[in-house]
């Protein structure tokens, strides 16, 4: 039989894309695998907002990662 699942998928706060495994999988039946795989995947957790490595930028002052676009929030 076939059955509909709750799945969960990485999504970024800062542009929306969806996150894509290396092969290719976009959603997880738990949290906790699809922020991993994301993590994983150069994504990185900022307060909590998941944000893919086209939105975050390397804050050199605090060597920590930042959400891009937000350099006037000091
Ligand atoms: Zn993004």
Do not use: F, H
């Amino acid at each position: 039989m076939i059955q509909e699942v709750t799945m969960y998928q990485a999504v970024c706060d800062g542009c929306g894309r969806i996150c894509a495994s290396m092969g290719g999988i976009i959603a997880w039946t738990d949290t906790e695998s699809a922020k991993y795989v994301a993590l994983e995947s150069g994504w990185k957790e900022i307060n909590g907002n998941l944000y893919c490595p086209d939105c975050v930028a390397c804050d050199e002052g605090t060597n920590s990662y930042k959400p891009k676009g937000k350099e006037d929030e000091r």
